[in-house]
T-cell receptor
Framework: KAGVTQTPRYLIKTRGQQVTLSCSPI?????VSWYQQTPGQGLQFLFE???????NKGNFPGRFSGRQFSNSRSEMNVSTLELGDSALYLC????????????FGQGTRLTVV | TQLLEQSPQFLSIQEGENLTVYCNSS?????LQWYRQEPGEGPVLLVT?????EVKKLKRLTFQFGDARKDSSLHITAAQPGDTGLYLC?????????????FGSGTQLTVLP
């Protein structure tokens, strides 16, 4: 059974640009959660999607958005990038929700210059 | 302010030593998960504890959930270099109608051969 796949693995963007990250969950999993990981703040919850609906949202500005498609694949978008957005972005899939068990992808390392 | 505080933040020990990592909060969690993350990878779930006072053992790892479900500990016996990694606790709490996974600040463990 294939694991969670995140693309791209690495990304370098310039301040002010926008970026889209992709996550393919484990087959059959309907919940996809996104997290931002930085050395200073640790792992912080961005949002969760379940059956194409945003079910939960963390305390991030509106520049961070996401969506989920009918095949459960998910994308997150960050507009007007800031230097502080540099981080490892992790996606986790689970059958019903991350509170049961979350399977993480390898993450996308975003660097904003 | 971190909802979940982990201590110590960094730990470097010799192979064969024992260690304990603590995860503390002023909030009550419905359950608590422990993850290990290695460089370049996403976190991998080790265990979920649900009941106050619960103790779970996974080979040389012992996990305990506090009676009040506000704290947890991870004890490793006879640590090995393969135990090296970032250990994260994550508490599950209700957020409106949804459940949210909140991660601790992490403990970076290095086991020297």
């Amino acid at each position: 059974k294939a694991g969670v796949t995140q693309t791209p693995r690495y990304l370098i963007k310039t301040r002010g640009q926008q970026v889209t990250l992709s996550c393919s969950p484990i087959s059959g999993h309907r919940s996809v959660s996104w997290y931002q990981q930085t050395p200073g703040q640790g792992l912080q919850f961005l949002f969760e999607y379940f059956s194409e609906t945003q079910r939960n949202k963390g305390n991030f500005p509106g520049r961070f958005s996401g969506r989920q498609f009918s095949n459960s694949r998910s994308e997150m978008n960050v507009s007007t990038l800031e230097l502080g957005d540099s981080a490892l972005y992790l996606c986790a899939s689970s059958p019903m929700g991350a509170w049961t068990e979350a399977f993480f992808g390898q993450g996308t390392r975003l660097t904003v210059v | 302010t971190q909802l979940l505080e982990q201590s110590p933040q960094f730990l470097s020990i010799q192979e064969g030593e024992n260690l304990t990592v603590y995860c503390n909060s002023s909030s009550v969690f419905s359950s608590l998960q422990w993850y290990r993350q290695e460089p370049g990878e996403g976190p991998v779930l080790l265990v979920t504890v649900v009941t106050g006072g619960e103790v779970k053992k996974l080979k040389r790892l012992t996990f305990q959930f506090g009676d009040a479900r506000k704290d947890s500990s991870l004890h490793i016996t006879a640590a090995q270099p393969g135990d090296t990694g970032l250990y994260l606790c994550a508490g599950v709490r209700l957020s409106g109608s949804a459940r949210q996974l909140t991660f601790g600040s992490g403990t970076q463990l290095t086991v020297l051969p």
